[in-house]
């Protein structure tokens, strides 16, 4: 930074930087809350809050994202601030989330998540894994009975 003081005059000259856009959009939902999401470029950092049709903040995020904006890990807050959990988020070559490993506000371990993709990047699979690596499996869900469910029997 350079200062000159010529008669009276100030002439302020400032090193040149150049910053990304920071970028901030608010979506709103068709139960009245709102999703408004902070994109800062120039930190790495994006951040989403969630608050009710009376603007009363329910949740929030803040990321940490790479070079092509994608979210590295997350930090999860409740309606008062305090952490609630935590995430770290591996990609694979192409971009997409391949594992995600969740942590308890204490740093613990609670839960992975490995994805698997199929056709047009769609997550076709998720197999999920405790916080000491044994599977999570979830029961199948019923299916429905061929026959008329509001069929009477004569």
Not at 48 to 60: I, P, S, W
Not at 106 to 126: C, D, F, L, P
Request: aromatic share 6%; proline share 3%; net charge positive.
């Amino acid at each position: 930074m350079l200062f000159l003081a010529v008669l009276g005059i100030l002439v302020v000259s400032l090193d040149a930087q150049e910053f990304g856009t920071i970028r901030a959009s608010t979506t709103v939902n068709g139960d009245g809350t709102r999703s408004m999401v902070v994109n800062n470029p120039d930190t790495g950092a994006m951040e989403e809050t969630v608050t009710d049709a009376a603007g009363k903040t329910l949740r929030k995020a803040t990321y940490q994202v790479d070079e092509a904006g994608h979210p590295k890990n997350a930090i999860f807050y409740d309606a008062k601030g305090k952490v609630t959990s935590k995430a770290v988020y591996q990609r694979d070559s192409t971009g997409r989330i391949d594992r995600e490993t969740i942590f308890a506000a204490n740093n613990q371990v609670i839960r992975k998540r490995v994805y698997h993709y199929g056709a047009k990047n769609k997550v076709s699979g998720i197999d999920e894994f405790d916080g000491e690596n044994r599977p999570i499996v979830r029961a199948k869900p019923a299916t429905a009975s061929r026959g008329r469910p509001d069929k009477k029997r004569r």
